[in-house]
Structures are given as structure tokens and as C-alpha cells.
């Protein structure tokens, strides 16, 4: 009992701590790649803590949907991050709910802020809400199918029993071509349901592009900062999910100190580096317009799809 | 041949081929021209290796020279015709589909689902080192066919047919370890042939309608 | 002794590359005449001898039985004739000046290249070559339909070019389903590909990949023979094509495809026993018969007419093949006087065009007043393709209706109603052509061209004539050879 309640608060400000390290990380490497210096990796921390600092401004046309929704998406999006093992294969909340928790726990949070951005009745707003709907909509059956083709692979749709397995390679002789595709799917996805480039730029505030910006643009002090810290939650949750599925070689499978040290300092360094993956993929393509981004998510979709059918052929 | 390199063996032909799937995919889903004849390119050098793999792993040798032939005339030949073709048009790219690209990527994915359920039966009958991938050749046959009915151009039209030619020589390979050399060699020539004709048709065309938009032959109707 | 079997392959591939090459109007003359005498001589021989030794065979590479031997003599005698129609049709034009010398030898290259592929096609003893050969011939003809470069020739050589591809490649995909599963009985080689040794196996093989590989060359090869509903390449394709070669394609490509599904047909039912093909086979036969009557009557261009009645015979023939037995014996009969009958009616047709430069049905009529030859050309062909007698399309029609009785009637009452209405449209087409009163004047033809064509056209009529009362009775023989081939199955089906 007491080592669950520790593992909770552990992989707690684990994830508190590194998420924004992370979203200054990707920022560095495409100023890196444009040739500029840029600012510090470490940013991101002293940004939220200004923005902590500021008081926030609320407009009289906003309910109470308004103020509320950036306590419910921080706190949603980490309850979807302890489900999901960080350094250590057995997970928190391992009792309380599988992938399918974690997926959903994510969309309520993208459900409450497409509520805050229609909220404040501006136009932009309701502009970035309903193009968040049009993403989420499409990225959502894409990111079930392709864990759902993982969860068959190991049998298991519980996350800490799928990734202690893989780690353990424990029963698992199947093909590398369902595991590759539903990667290719699930990485796609985590760009879309993350606002990154291609589908949406998330260092612009230009009006006719911007989906994410668009939500929270009449945010301000803590709670800009809420709304902006699970963000950077989000993200890494899902690269967390990913480097963990795929490659959860060198994670913890015991609570051994020496193998949690290890297996933190490795997960730090695998994303990080799927961190610098995206700065380079940011850098490298423009963002996609509108009508194209379904083109990407109907490639995401079919991925996931043929990965579930590979699963069943290939096995013969 | 132990039963795990075996086994290792099966599952990097079963990779091959499902790459070679995956770039029928981005055919699928690309719009430029140039590009489409690019990933026609890349496909025919990965069915190439896995061909060789195939080769290797069973030590039949003639395979090897039907890779080789399919690197030198689908990855090399074929492309730099196309995109001699490619460059004389007044159009980079496909706009208006018959089929939207993301309807098209579903019905490709049906499309693979149909295959499987065709070759399902008669799959335990092959070999266990390629057995699979029969299923996958018959997907990329279909999704050949399936091309030259969604799209509109001329030049992608010969790609979803060059994707099929594809399809069948995974197909040969997988199946029945390789036809004979010499019905290889001759498969190869008439695809060759058949891409030449196709290339000077294409010209032509361009040449009477001043475009390659199939759609725009119409004269000939009850 | 093999030679005339070599001689009736080599013929048309050197009779090509020397007109490529000659560069002079006579020499091509020359030595076209020769290849036609060659074809019809070489067809002849060769059937002879499998009539009276079973089978003739070059070994390892070309093995004639009875079902080859009845292909070749068709797509030889018509062959021959079609040669004879293109010097006198091709001379026509050049001496219009509607074509340059080079153009004129490229043609005939192409043209002979072309039989020289149909001909190699049934003769090869590998399903997989003869896939190769099959292929060849579909692209010597995507360039002979475009030939004329129009805006019209191009489209149909490009509809032409991309369905046969199509098709074909799905065929390639049966063979290699049927090698899939010889492989395992006969070894990894080519014996795996025989149809000898295919049909020898055919029980041992495995009925799952074989109703599959067929299905795959039913719809390839079916493209091909223009059956519905993958037959729309065909009426384009014969319309726009010079007129030699529209007959070439339905007289021979067709019947050419025709023989490849036959030749899986065999394997299939020594297999999985005749009923699986034979109803898939009678269901597309039916298909394509309707289709094409339905069509008759609506046709404003006559060389499609023509082609739409190809659409149709050609699933009549097949609808006996479905049926077995003896409609066996009537399919493989109506195939050939389809071959001399259609043939024979495109030559008409071509005659027709030169003289008007249209192909509108409307403007065409009095022809027997007009152009004596021309128009008694359309009216016998047609009224023979109609299936009257004396000719042998109607015997053949009423076998396979007497065959579809006794196997299944309800086959044979859809059967006898399409083509009675078949019957009646295209009848009332060939009538308003040859009949009435002539209506434009048009550009009288030229002496070598009324002499070579009405050689070709007189050549063939005599034999539609000359077999169509009775089946002579070595070609008797040979129908009987090829119903046993399909009746092994039947004795002892799985």
C-alpha cells in the first residue's frame, strides 16, 4: 500500500517535472535547425511560473465552464499519465483502469476545452474548438486501433502487463509488422492529438491556422498556465506511451532501487530523444491545410486497421 | 535451417512484404505525380530485397536474377521513362480523384481485408517460410487495380498498373518460390514493352488532347 | 516430323521483320502473299497430322493436340485471309496517300508480329509462356488499334490497352495459383507448368487454389474474349482499329482467349469436377449474349455493330463450352464459323469505309446496288452471323440449345429468347445496309485492292459454304479429340 502510494507521487512529479523540459527541448532543437541560439530548454519552467504569478483575467460572458475546465484537463491528463508505466512497469493506478481508460481520460479533457473555447463566445475561439473537434474525431479511432493491435500482440489490454512483457520479452514471437505499423499510427496520431506540425503549429498565432492556440486564447495567468503545463503533460504522455510500447527495453520490472534509477535515467534519455525526432519532423515539413490533415489521419486510420489484420494473418 | 532462424527468416519476408503494402499506401495517397513514380521506385527496390531475401533463405538461385532484373527494369528503366513522361505534361499533380484520398485509403483497407479472406483457405498449402505473404501480394494486386479505376491521369493509371505487376511477382515469390527463369525473363520483357507502349500512348495523347486526364476521352460512347 | 508446326510459328516472324525491313511496296506484297499461303498450308498440315497421330510435338517447347490443332487451323486459315484483306486494304490507303511507305511496313510488321504471337499462344505446352505469348499479342494490338492516331483510335487503343492489362495481369495471377499448387505434386520446375502433365495430376491438386486460379483466369482471359461485363474495350477497339485488324481481333484474339479458358477449364474439372466452371462460364456466356442484343438495335456506327454481334458469339460459343458434352463439340464448331463468318463481315465493313469514309449505319444502304461485292460480302456474313442456314453458326446454335435442354432447361429457354431477339435486331441492321437505295456516291475503290480483298473475302466464304452443311470428317475427328478432353472429368468427378 504504502509502495503504491509512493509509486503515485514518484511518477508524479516525474511527469510534472520533466513535461516541460521536454517542450523546451523540442523549441531549442528547431531554433538549433533554423540557426538560431534560442532560448534555454529550461524555459518553459520560469514561463510558468510567471504566468503563476499574473492574475488572470475572465471575461463576464463565460460560465463556469470557463474557470473549471483548466483544473479538469490537468487533472485528467495526469490521471491518463499514471496509467501509463514512465520508468517502472507496474503502473499506479494499475487497479483503477486500462488503455481504454487512458484514452478516454484524454478526450475528456480535448471534450472540456473545445466546451472553453466555444465558452467565451469569441470568434476564434469556436473557430479552434470546432477544428479540434474535426482532429480529435478522426484521431481517436486511429489511436484505439493501433494500441488495440499492441494489446493483441501481448494479450493483455492493460498497459503494465503489455509493456512488462515486451520488456521481459516474455511470450512475444509475433512479427515485427503489426508492431511497426501500429508505431507508424500511434506516432501520427500523438502529432495530431498534441497540435505539432503538420497538423497544427503550436508556435503560431496566426488566426487562419492555428487549432490548439485558437482554444485557449482567452486564457490568461494560472489558468494559462494550467491549460499550458497539460499540454506539455499530453505530449509527453504520449511519447511516454510510445517509447514504452515499442521499446520498453531498460524500463524498471522490479522495484529494486538500482533498476528504478536505471530505468528512470533510460526513459529520460529515450524521450528526450523521440523529443528531438520532432523537433527535426517540426523543422523539416510545413504545416498541412486543413482538408489535407484528413489525408494524414486516413493514413493513420488504415495503418492502425492493417495493423490489426496483420496480427490475425501473420500469425499462421 | 533451425526452427528459429527459420521462423526469423519468415517474419523479415513477412516485413518485406508488409513495407511493400505500406508504400501502396503512400501511392494511394499521393497526389504528385513525380513523387508517385518515386515510391513506384522504392517499392520495386524493396520487393527487390525481398526477393533476394527469399533467394537466400531457401538457396534457390535463380531468384537472385529475377531481383536483380527487377532492380534494373522497375526500379531504374521503368521510373526514368516515367518520369520523362512526367515532365513533359503541363500537370505535377492530381487534383481532382474519382475516389478522395481518404475514401480511397479505406477501401484500400477493405481491399487487404478481401485478400486475406480470399486467401485464407489455400494458405496453410504453401511454404512456411513466404506463406503469408501471398495474402499480401493478392492486397497489392488489388490495390493496383483499384488505382487505375480512382485515378484520373494517364501516368498514375500506368502506375496502379506497374503496383499490380508488382503484386504478382511478390506473388510468384511467395508462393511458389519463383516461377522458372525463363518465364521470368519473359514477364519481365512484356512489362517492359508494355511500359514502353503504355509511355508512347501517353505522349500521343498528350499530344491529341493536350492533357493526360483519361477523363477527357469521351468521343467514343453508345 | 514437326516442320509445318515450326513453319506456322516462323512464318509470320519473319514474313514481319522482313517488312520492316524491305522498305519497298512490292517486296512487302510479296512476301505477305507468301506468309498467307504459308499460314494456310502450315494450319492445314498440322492438323492433318494430329488427325492422323493424335498429336504433334517439339520437344519441351510446342505440343499440338487436338484443341491446339483446331485453334490454329482457325486463327490460320483466318489469319491468311486477314493477310491477303491488310495488302489489299493498307495498298488502298497508300495509294490515297493516307499513308507513308514506312508507316506501310511498320504495319504489316506489327500486323504479322501479331499473328505470330496468337499462333505461338496455342501452340505452347507452358501455361506460363503462353501467358507471355498472350501478353505479347495484347500489346502488338494496343499499337495496331491506335494505328491510325486519330483522336477516336487513340482512346480506344488507350481503354484497349489498360482493361487487357488489367486483365491479363489477373490472369498471370491464376497461373501462378495453379503453379502454387502443381508445384507441390510435380517439383519446383517447369514440368509443374505443362498442361500434359497438369491434366495428368489434375486430380491430386488441390481444389481450393484451383477454383481460385480459375475464377482469376476466367476474369483475366475473359477481358480479353470481351465477355461481359469486362467488354468494353471491344466495341471501341473494333470500331477504331483499321479494318484488318478489327477482324483479326474478333476473328482470332477473341477465339485466342476463348482457348486459354478452355485450357484451364480442362484442368479445373479434371479437379473439382465440371459443374464449378461450367456454371460460372454459362452465367458470364448469358451475360454477354444479352448485353450485346440489347445493344444491336441502338447502333448508329456498323463496324461496332459487328463487334457487339462478336460480343455475342462469342458467348454463345462459350455457353456451349459451359455445358459439356456435346455442347463442347458446338462451341469449338461455332468458333470457327464465327472466326470465317465475323472476319468475313469486317471485310465487307472495311470495303464499305473506304469507299464512304464513314462508319455511320444510317448513311450506309443499297449497297448490294452500290457495291456489288461489299454488299453481297455484309449480306451473306450477316445473315450467316444471324445464325440461318445453310451456314454452320446455325447448326452449332441449335446443338448448344439442344445440349442446354437436356442439362438444364432453364438455360436453354433464356438461351433461345435472346436469340431470337439477336436474331431479329441484327437481321433488320444487315437488311437496311444491304437493301434500298444507295445514298451517297463516295470514292470508287481501286483495282489491287477489289483484287486482293475479294480473294480474302472469296476464300472465305467458300469455306463458310463448304463447312456449312456438313462437319468434313476430319474435322469431325478433331471435335471428337476435344470433347474427350473435357469428358475425362466428367466420368470421374470429386
Known amino acids: 500500500m504504502l509502495q503504491a502510494v509512493m509509486l503515485i507521487v514518484a511518477q508524479t512529479i516525474v511527469l510534472l517535472a520533466v513535461s516541460p523540459f521536454i517542450v523546451g527541448l523540442i523549441r531549442k532543437v528547431k531554433a538549433r535547425l533554423q540557426c538560431r541560439r534560442g532560448a534555454s530548454a529550461f524555459q518553459p519552467y520560469a514561463d510558468l511560473a510567471k504566468l503563476f504569478r499574473k492574475q488572470p483575467v475572465v471575461s463576464d460572458t463565460t460560465s463556469w465552464i470557463f474557470t473549471a475546465t483548466p483544473y479538469i484537463l490537468f487533472a485528467s491528463t495526469l490521471a491518463a499519465g499514471l496509467l501509463v508505466p514512465v520508468f517502472v512497469s507496474q503502473t499506479p493506478l494499475n487497479f483503477a483502469g486500462n488503455i481504454i481508460a487512458l484514452v478516454y481520460l484524454l478526450a475528456l479533457g480535448t471534450f472540456f476545452l473545445i466546451l472553453a473555447g466555444l465558452d467565451a463566445g469569441s470568434a476564434f475561439g469556436g473557430m479552434g474548438s470546432s477544428r479540434e473537434a474535426i482532429v480529435a474525431s478522426l484521431t481517436e479511432p486511429a489511436m484505439i486501433l493501433s494500441i488495440f493491435a499492441i494489446a493483441l500482440t501481448a494479450g493483455s489490454t492493460n498497459l503494465s502487463t503489455i509493456v512488462h512483457k515486451t520488456a521481459l520479452l516474455e511470450g512475444i514471437v509475433t512479427d515485427p509488422s503489426p508492431h511497426l505499423m501500429a508505431f507508424a499510427a500511434l506516432f501520427i496520431v500523438a502529432l495530431a492529438e498534441t497540435g505539432r506540425v503538420p497538423v497544427d503549429n503550436p508556435a503560431t498565432h496566426l488566426e487562419l491556422t492555428m487549432i490548439h492556440e485558437a482554444m485557449v486564447l482567452e486564457y490568461s495567468g494560472r489558468y494559462l498556465a494550467l491549460v499550458e503545463w497539460a499540454a506539455g503533460l499530453k505530449l509527453l504522455v504520449f511519447l511516454t506511451l510510445i517509447v514504452n510500447i515499442f521499446a520498453p527495453w531498460g524500463i524498471a520490472t522490479s522495484l529494486a532501487p538500482g533498476a528504478l534509477g536505471l530505468g528512470l535515467a533510460v526513459y529520460l534519455v529515450k524521450v528526450s530523444g523521440l523529443a528531438v525526432v520532432i523537433g527535426v519532423i517540426e523543422s523539416m515539413f510545413a504545416k498541412l491545410r486543413l482538408f489535407r490533415v484528413t489525408d494524414l489521419l486516413g493514413v493513420a486510420f488504415i495503418l492502425a486497421l492493417l495493423a490489426l489484420v496483420f496480427f490475425y494473418v501473420l500469425r499462421g | 535451417m533451425s526452427l528459429l532462424s527459420q521462423q526469423f527468416g519468415s517474419q523479415m519476408v513477412n516485413l518485406g512484404s508488409a513495407l511493400l503494402l505500406l508504400t501502396c499506401f503512400a501511392i494511394v495517397a499521393q497526389r504528385r505525380l513525380s513523387a508517385c513514380v518515386d515510391l513506384f521506385a522504392l517499392q520495386s527496390v524493396l520487393l527487390a530485397a525481398t526477393a533476394a531475401l527469399v533467394a537466400f533463405l531457401t538457396g534457390i538461385h535463380h531468384i537472385y536474377i529475377a531481383a536483380a532484373l527487377t532492380v534494373v527494369i522497375k526500379a531504374v528503366l521503368i521510373p526514368r521513362i516515367l518520369k520523362q513522361v512526367v515532365e513533359r505534361l503541363n500537370v505535377t499533380r492530381e487534383l481532382v480523384m474519382n475516389v478522395n484520398v481518404p475514401a480511397s485509403l479505406l477501401i484500400c483497407g477493405g481491399l487487404v481485408m478481401l485478400a486475406f479472406f480470399i486467401t485464407q483457405p489455400i494458405i496453410p498449402l504453401g511454404f512456411l517460410l513466404t506463406r503469408d505473404s501471398l495474402a499480401i501480394a493478392l492486397a497489392i494486386i488489388l490495390i493496383g487495380f483499384f488505382t487505375m479505376i480512382a485515378r484520373k491521369k494517364a501516368v498514375t493509371q500506368v502506375i496502379g498498373f506497374l503496383v499490380m505487376e508488382n503484386g504478382l511477382f511478390l506473388g510468384a515469390t511467395s508462393a511458389a518460390y519463383g516461377m522458372p527463369l525463363i518465364v521470368e525473363i519473359g514477364v519481365f520483357f512484356d512489362v517492359l514493352v508494355g511500359a514502353l507502349i503504355i509511355g508512347i500512348y501517353t505522349h500521343r495523347l498528350q499530344d491529341a488532347f493536350d492533357s493526360v486526364d483519361t477523363t477527357k476521352l469521351t468521343t467514343l460512347k453508345e | ?477 478433331l471435335l471428337a479429340s476435344i470433347v474427350t478432353i473435357f469428358s475425362a472429368g466428367m466420368e470421374a468427378p470429386r
Open chain 3, 1 to 477: 516430323m514437326a516442320w509445318p508446326l515450326l513453319l506456322l510459328v516462323a512464318a509470320p516472324i519473319v514474313a514481319g521483320l522482313g517488312s520492316l525491313l524491305a522498305g519497298r511496296r512490292r517486296a512487302v506484297e510479296v512476301l505477305q502473299c507468301g506468309l498467307a499461303g504459308a499460314m494456310l498450308a502450315s494450319a492445314a498440315l498440322v492438323a492433318e497430322r494430329v488427325i492422323a497421330a493424335g498429336s504433334v510435338s517439339v520437344e519441351g517447347f510446342l505440343q499440338v493436340d487436338a484443341l491446339s490443332a483446331w485453334f490454329d487451323l482457325i486463327i490460320g486459315v483466318v489469319g491468311s485471309t486477314g493477310t491477303l484483306y491488310a495488302v489489299g486494304y493498307m495498298g488502298e490507303k497508300m495509294d490515297r496517300a493516307h499513308l507513308s511507305l514506312r508507316r506501310y511496313c511498320q504495319f504489316f510488321c506489327l500486323f504479322d508480329l501479331y499473328l505470330a504471337a496468337m499462333l505461338l499462344a496455342v501452340n505452347l505446352e507452358n501455361i506460363a509462356i503462353m501467358w507471355i505469348a498472350i501478353e505479347g499479342s495484347t500489346l502488338s494490338a494496343a499499337l495496331l488499334i491506335g494505328f491510325d492516331r486519330s483522336k477516336e483510335a487513340l482512346e480506344a487503343g488507350w481503354k484497349y490497352i489498360i482493361l487487357s492489362s488489367v486483365g491479363i495481369a489477373l490472369a498471370l495471377f491464376g497461373t501462378i495459383l495453379v503453379y502454387y499448387s502443381s508445384e507441390h505434386v510435380l517439383g519446383v520446375s517447369s514440368e509443374a507448368l505443362r498442361w500434359s502433365e497438369l491434366y495428368r495430376v489434375a486430380q491430386g491438386l488441390d481444389p481450393a487454389v484451383i477454383k481460385l486460379a480459375f475464377i482469376f483466369a476466367l476474369i483475366g482471359y475473359g477481358t480479353k474474349a470481351g465477355v461481359a461485363p469486362m467488354h468494353t474495350w471491344l466495341p471501341d477497339a473494333h470500331a477504331e482499329a483499321p479494318t484488318p485488324v478489327s477482324a483479326m481481333l474478333s476473328a482470332n484474339m477473341l477465339t485466342l482467349a476463348v482457348y486459354a479458358i478452355l485450357r484451364f477449364k480442362a484442368v479445373t474439372d479434371k479437379t473439382v469436377g465440371p459443374e464449378f466452371a461450367g456454371n460460372l462460364i454459362i452465367g458470364l456466356a448469358l451475360l454477354s449474349i444479352a448485353v450485346s442484343s440489347a445493344f444491336f438495335l441502338v447502333q448508329r456506327d456498323y463496324k461496332r455493330l459487328f463487334a457487339y454481334s462478336s460480343i455475342e458469339h462469342i458467348g454463345i460459343a462459350l455457353l456451349g463450352f459451359g455445358i459439356g458434352g456435346l455442347g463442347v463439340f458446338a462451341g469449338a464448331w461455332h468458333l470457327m464459323n464465327h472466326a470465317l463468318a465475323k472476319s468475313t463481315a469486317f471485310y465487307g465493313a472495311g470495303l464499305v469505309f473506304l469507299r464512304h469514309n464513314h462508319k455511320s449505319l444510317e448513311r450506309v444502304t443499297g449497297l448490294l446496288d452500290q457495291m456489288p461485292l461489299a454488299g453481297t460480302t455484309i449480306l451473306l456474313a450477316g445473315v450467316a452471323l444471324a445464325g440461318l442456314p445453310p451456314f454452320g453458326l446455325f447448326s452449332s446454335e441449335v446443338l448448344i440449345a439442344a445440349g442446354a435442354y437436356t442439362a438444364k432447361p432453364e438455360v436453354a429457354y433464356a438461351f433461345l429468347a435472346l436469340l431470337a431477339f439477336a436474331f431479329a435486331t441484327l437481321l433488320y441492321q444487315i437488311l437496311r445496309m444491304a437493301l434500298g437505295t444507295p445514298g451517297e456516291a463516295g470514292t470508287a475503290l481501286g483495282r489491287q485492292c477489289r483484287i486482293f480483298t475479294g480473294a480474302a473475302v472469296g476464300i472465305n466464304l467458300v469455306m463458310l459454304g463448304a463447312i456449312g452443311l456438313q462437319v468434313p470428317p476430319g474435322l469431325e475427328t
